[in-house]
C-alpha cells in the first residue's frame, strides 16, 4: 500500500495493528484499500462493517465509516445499511467463525437477497481470537484446540455455499496472491448484487502452530502448493485435485439484486410516514 492510500484511508496514530506477525489479516486489509482507491472509493461514502474476532478488529484502524457489530452478524447490518442508503458502498469484513458457523444462517440469507454487499471473508480455519477452537472450515483431519485427535467433521467450502445461496460474484484468493486478491476485490465492489471474496489465509498463533505451520511465511508456501488457478483446476481430473483448491473468480453473474423492491419500501414507508 502507498502511503497516500494509507493517509487516504487509515485513522492517523492508529497503527500499530494489534495482529501476530505473519497473519493475513493485514494483506487482506492492504488489498481492499487498494481497491478502494483504485475504485476512487471516497471513505465517507463507504461503509466497512466488521463483527467480532481479529478480522473483526479490522475497522478500529480505518477513516471509512466503520460499525462494529456483534458477533456473527455483520451482514444483517450491512444489508440494513445497504437497503436504506443504497448510494454507500457496503463492504462486510468477518472472519471465518463470524461469517459461517454463529453468522451463518445471515450468510445464506445474504446470499439469497443478493443485494449489494461485497463480503470479505478471512478463512483461517479456525476461531483465531478465542484461542483456536475448529470452526465449520477445520479441515478434515486437522488439529485444533478443541479436535486434539484430528478433526472427525468436513469442512464449509464457502465459495460454494455462496453460490448455491444466490450470490452474484464469488472468488477466492490468498495472501501469497496479494495484486490478485486486490484485483478480485475490486471486481466484487463493482459488480452488482451480493459479492464474496473468501481469504484463505494463515494464522501462525492458532491454526499455524497446531498444523505444523508456526511461521505464517509456512502457510504461505503452503498456500501457494495448494491453491491453482481455477481455469487450470476445471481442467484437472478429479484425483488431480484432491487437496488443492481454486483460486481467482469461480463465479460472475448478473441475476436481479432487489435494490429496485428496497426503493418501492422506502417510497411507501415515506408516504406511510404521518405529516
Ligand atoms: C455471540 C458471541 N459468541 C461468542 C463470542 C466469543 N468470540 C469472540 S471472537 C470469537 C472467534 C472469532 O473467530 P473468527 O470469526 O473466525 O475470527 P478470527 O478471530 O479467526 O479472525 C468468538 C467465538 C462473542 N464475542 N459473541
Ligand atoms: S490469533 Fe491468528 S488470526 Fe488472530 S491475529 Fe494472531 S495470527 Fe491473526
Known amino acids: 500500500m502507498t502511503h497516500a492510500?494509507?493517509?487516504k484511508y487509515l485513522r492517523p496514530g492508529a497503527l500499530p495493528h494489534m495482529w501476530c506477525a505473519g497473519c493475513g489479516i493485514g494483506a487482506m486489509l492492504g488489498a481492499l484499500l487498494r481497491?478502494?482507491?483504485e475504485l476512487g472509493y471516497k471513505p465517507a461514502d463507504t461503509v466497512v462493517v466488521t463483527g467480532i474476532g481479529c478480522t473483526g478488529k479490522l475497522d478500529d484502524y480505518l477513516l471509512t465509516n466503520a460499525l462494529h457489530t456483534t458477533h456473527g452478524r455483520a451482514l444483517a447490518y450491512a444489508t440494513g445499511i445497504k437497503a436504506f442508503r443504497?448510494?454507500?458502498?457496503?463492504v462486510a469484513v468477518m472472519g471465518d467463525g463470524d461469517s459461517v458457523n454463529i453468522g451463518g444462517n445471515h450468510?445464506?440469507?445474504a446470499c439469497r437477497r443478493n443485494i449489494g454487499v461485497t463480503a470479505i471473508v478471512l478463512n483461517n480455519f479456525n476461531f483465531g481470537m478465542t484461542g483456536g477452537q475448529a470452526s465449520a472450515t477445520t479441515p478434515e483431519g486437522s488439529f485444533s484446540s478443541t479436535t486434539s485427535y484430528g478433526n472427525p467433521e468436513r469442512a464449509f467450502d464457502i465459495c460454494a455455499l455462496a453460490e448455491v445461496a444466490g450470490a452474484n460474484y464469488v472468488a477466492r484468493s490468498t495472501p501469497y496472491h496479494g495484486w490478485e486478491m486486490q484485483g478480485l476485490m475490486q471486481r466484487a465492489l463493482a459488480n452488482r448484487g451480493f459479492s464474496l471474496v473468501e481469504v484463505m489465509s494463515p494464522c501462525?498463533?492458532?491454526?499455524?502452530r497446531r498444523n505444523d505451520m508456526p511461521e505464517g511465511v509456512q502457510s504461505l508456501h503452503w498456500l501457494q502448493q495448494h491453491a491453482v488457478p481455477v481455469e487450470r483446476f476445471r481442467e484437472l481430473p478429479p484425483a488431480g485435485r484432491a487437496g488443492c483448491f481454486p483460486i481467482g473468480t469461480l463465479l460472475e453473474r448478473d441475476a436481479p439484486d432487489f435494490g429496485a423492491n428496497y426503493d418501492r419500501v422506502r417510497a411507501r414507508a415515506a408516504e406511510a410516514r404521518p405529516a
Do not use: C, K, N, S
Open 204 to 208: 501462525p498463533t492458532q491454526f499455524g
Open 107 to 109: 450468510f445464506i440469507h
Open 5 to 7: 492510500t494509507g493517509r
Open 86 to 90: 443504497p448510494q454507500l458502498h457496503v
Open 35 to 37: 481497491a478502494f482507491e
